[in-house]
C-alpha cells in the first residue's frame, strides 16, 4: 500500500522557521520527480517546491529565496526547510508526485499544518 506521511508543522512566529518532512512507503521514490504543495481552506492546492530525480529544484515565486526542497533517495523522504516564514505561508501542506509531469499521483496523506502568526 503506497503511503505519505507528513510531519514537522506547526505554529511559529513570523519570520521563524520549520522544516518539514514527508515519507514515502510501498513504491519505489528515487525515479520521481517530487514536490511539495499546500492549501488553504477555500482555495485550490498550490505547488510551492518541486525537485526531480537528479536535485534539481524549482520554487514558487512566493517562496523562493526562503523555502529549501532536498531529498534523501535512500530514506524515501522528502523535505522542506521553510525560513523567514510569512503568514501568508500559513496552510496545510502536503507532498507527493509533481503533477506538472505526472498525471496519475500518490494518494495524498494527511498534510501537516503550519500556522505563522503576524
Known amino acids: 500500500q503506497v503511503q505519505l506521511v507528513e510531519s514537522g508543522g506547526g505554529l511559529v512566529q513570523t519570520g521563524g522557521s520549520l522544516r518539514l518532512s514527508c515519507v514515502l512507503s510501498g513504491s519505489s521514490f528515487t525515479p520521481f520527480a517530487m514536490a511539495w504543495y499546500r492549501q488553504d481552506p477555500g482555495h485550490q492546492r498550490e505547488l510551492v517546491a518541486r525537485?526531480?530525480?537528479?536535485?534539481?529544484?524549482i520554487y514558487a515565486d512566493s517562496v523562493k529565496g526562503r523555502f529549501t526542497i532536498s531529498r534523501n533517495n535512500v530514506r524515501k523522504t522528502l523535505s522542506l526547510q521553510m525560513d523567514n516564514l510569512k503568514p501568508e505561508d500559513t496552510a496545510a501542506y502536503f507532498c507527493n508526485k509533481d503533477r506538472q509531469i505526472y498525471r496519475s499521483l500518490f494518494p495524498w496523506g494527511q498534510g501537516t499544518q503550519v500556522t505563522v502568526s503576524s
Open positions: 525537485i526531480d530525480s537528479r536535485n534539481n529544484p
